[in-house]
């Protein structure tokens, strides 16, 4: 059965596209991709080809009658209709970017680790490689690819990809949203036999030591769930206005630097985008409304990767943590947004980006796991992946798997179609979280409390277990204000906007204006515009900051912030 993708204006049942050849030169200097690219696919008689497109100048198109491009939609770009001939078989089109492609960010040296190079990358997750490649940009649709792409004397570039010189090659077929491309003054580490880590010279020994358990990662995901399929595993270490945490590009990793905390403490976004090598991008979702497939079934395998290598502790904790997210997120969702099965129809597929798919999806397989019991579920899921490896599929096809392989109890249609989280959810408890909250109960009462050796884990959980806080007080014996450690920086600094605590604030200010993490920047902006002052002090700041956000950081802040 063909699954219609409300967010493309490709007809794939006509014609598929199965393969992709890249030729780009990245110019700095205009900020644009400029170049050609040849899709391939089998000799048809339909009349025409229709691609996403979305700001891209188009040049020419080779081995075609003719071709116009559509009305731009706001959401979706604008269609590329090329006339084919009888019998064809490909085209190539050439074109060249705009300099505001939602999918690629620009920066200047300044806004770099080394500050003497430019750096550009892509983010095209989740309908944004249409911004810098003429394509049929639907997770539906599955292609190999080559490319060739030149970069400025000084600069690397790489792809997502097997990579030889400024030549790559990706084999096996991926969705659209997983091409990803890179450059800038790189350097390399190697971590072991299949991985490595690619940074700017001044991050990458920082980087590799706070990497160094990926090969150990590997193996772990493998013994349970089969091998891994995609030959090298690395990791890209991005300038911190990366928008993610990381993405999930197949064989090189994206990177925020914020999850360097010098302690491992932070690597659980490694381990979750090593896991999508399996869930994402080996079993894909069809459409942005199967989104939950992909991430909650990441969020389950990573929880499940931290366990095997840092053990249960560590384990326990990341998912009350992300349980506890999950509600307070959740409370401020419209319930159409509650449920793992998105209506996006009209809508940005980023704004189904909420933690319900991440964090209500893993729960739902974890309490899958809890009736079947761990081994039954993992026989489970090994087949699963097996079954619908290099596969696009949809939230029915996984549900009719399940119930044929796996028939369960739990209940299904409640916990995929409804808003909220039901009362038979596997609950994760955490022993280490319970001595925190005893600690932080005798804190309260204005005891001294020893906190060496405190794991960022329970600084979060002592930090939100504390029901408004003496600020001051825990700056004075903590110097929270000068944490480095990005998420026990950001739970301090929402915390000093709810308290309206200033010595803070400047501390905040330079934050914004140098970290672009969504996920960082979306509570604390929208604290700020709760109250007057807040609001003032949210639109100064992101005034100045704006500029160095990724478009995708930018579309999520001027909808809470107002538009520069
Ligand atoms: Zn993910």
Not at 474 to 482: N, Y
């Amino acid at each position: 059965m063909e699954v219609m993708d409300v967010h493309s204006w490709s007809q794939p049942e006509r014609i598929r596209v199965r393969h992709l050849e890249l030729n780009l030169d990245v110019r700095f200097d205009r900020k644009i991709l400029e170049g050609s690219v040849t899709l391939r696919f089998d000799a048809t008689t339909e009349p025409e080809l229709v691609l996403d497109t979305r700001d891209l100048e188009i040049h020419s198109v080779e081995n075609a009658a003719g071709f116009e491009l559509g009305a731009r939609d706001a959401i979706l770009g604008a269609p590329l209709r090329i006339q084919l001939a009888q019998g064809c078989s490909w085209v190539r089109v050439r074109y060249s970017t705009s300099p505001d492609a939602s999918g690629l960010q620009w920066l200047d040296p300044a806004q770099t680790a080394g500050k003497r190079y430019p750096f550009l990358y892509t983010q095209s997750q989740a309908i944004h490689a249409r911004s810098w490649i003429p394509l049929q940009d639907t997770p539906g649709v599955r292609v190999t690819f080559q490319g060739r792409v030149r970069a400025p004397a000084g600069l690397h570039a790489v792809m997502a990809a097997e990579r030889a010189g400024e030549h790559f090659r990706m084999q096996r077929p991926v969705p659209s949203y997983l091409i990803a491309l890179a450059a800038g003054a790189l350097e390399f580490k190697p971590l072991g036999e299949r991985c490595g880590v690619f940074a700017e010279a001044e991050l990458i020994d920082t980087a590799a030591r706070e990497f160094a358990d990926t090969e150990a990662m590997v193996r772990a995901v493998e013994g349970m769930y089969g091998p891994y399929r995609w030959g090298r595993y690395d990791l890209l270490v991005l300038p911190p206005s990366f928008p993610f945490g990381g993405m999930e590009n197949p064989c090189l990793t994206f990177a925020t630097p914020t999850i360097l905390a010098g302690d491992k403490s932070l690597v659980s976004l490694v381990a979750h985008e090593l896991a999508h090598s399996w869930s994402g991008n080996l079993v894909t979702n069809a459409t942005w409304s199967d989104f939950w497939l992909n991430e909650g079934f990441t969020v389950y395998l990573e929880r499940r990767i931290l366990e095997k290598v840092y053990g249960q502790d560590r384990e326990e904790m990341e998912a009350v943590l992300g349980r506890r997210e999950l509600d307070r997120e959740m409370a401020g969702l419209p319930e159409p947004d509650r449920v793992l099965h998105l209506e996006l129809t009209g809508r940005d597929p980023d704004d189904g980006c909420t933690l319900v798919p991440y964090e209500k999806g893993a729960l739902l397989l974890r309490t899958i796991e809890r009736e079947v019991g761990r081994d039954r579920f993992d026989a489970f899921l090994r087949s699963y992946f097996d079954h619908f490896a290099f596969q696009s599929i949809t939230t029915a096809d996984f549900l009719d798997y399940l119930r044929r392989e796996l028939p369960v109890t739990t209940a299904l249609d409640e916990w995929i179609y409804r808003p909220g989280v039901p009362l038979d959810a596997a609950e994760p408890r955490s022993d280490a979280f319970q001595r925190i909250e005893a600690a932080a109960a005798r804190w309260q009462q204005g005891q001294a409390i020893d906190t060496s050796g405190w794991s960022t884990q329970l600084w979060l959980h002592f930090l939100r277990t504390l029901d408004t806080p003496d600020q001051a007080r825990l700056d004075r014996e903590f110097h929270l204000t000068d944490a480095t450690n990005s998420e026990i920086l950001h739970q301090w600094l929402l915390m000093a906007v709810r308290s309206g605590y200033e010595p803070a604030f400047p501390r905040m200010e330079e934050f914004l204006k140098t970290v672009g993490r969504r996920k960082f920047l979306k509570p604390l902006y929208t604290e700020l515009m709760k109250t007057p002052a807040g609001k003032e002090r949210a639109r100064r700041i992101y005034q100045s900051a704006r500029a160095g956000y990724h478009p995708i950081a930018q579309t999520t802040i001027d909808a809470l912030v107002g538009g520069a």
